[in-house]
């Protein structure tokens, strides 16, 4: 099993549209981050680059100083939607034996959407934390609640912060 937490950087808590309960949405991170580490589970920090918002080595495209990687944590760059496209990570997932992975993080409808989809397709077993990730869409709960559903439907196992249990 394996956590990810998908673009959780500073460049995206500062839209015209403010991230949709961003204070619990970081602490329910920063609380499986640290159930993660006390069971040994390994943390991927997954940090998108664009050409717009989130210039790679601007202060926008830095995570956002409540997620502290620690040492061992991995850190995946990607330049696409979903975590899994010219990245590392299935790599990495592979050759750790990782078959389950829980996703966190940003945006609903963007990259958590693309990551989960590309992550069923690959054959992973894939937990949503359905409190555990948003966005800055004046619309957020609507595009929570439909993608929570549709990627149930696809076969995402959906679960809240305290439902997700490491091993």
Known sequence: MALLVIDVQ???FHRAHPIYQAEELLKNINNLVDRS???GVPVYYIQHANKSSL???SEAWELHPEIRPQDGDVIIHKRYGSAFQDTPL?????EKGIGRIVVTGLVTH???RATCLDALRLGYQVVLVE???SNFNKNATKYIKKWNKVLGRNGAELLTTEE???P
């Open 131 to 133: 409190d555990g990730h």
């Open 164 to 166: 997700v249990q490491f």
């Open 90 to 94: 299935g790599e990495e997932l592979t």
């Open 55 to 57: 210039v790679e080595g």
């Open 110 to 112: 963007g990259c958590v």
């Open 37 to 39: 580490h006390e069971k």
């Open 10 to 12: 500073k460049g995206l």
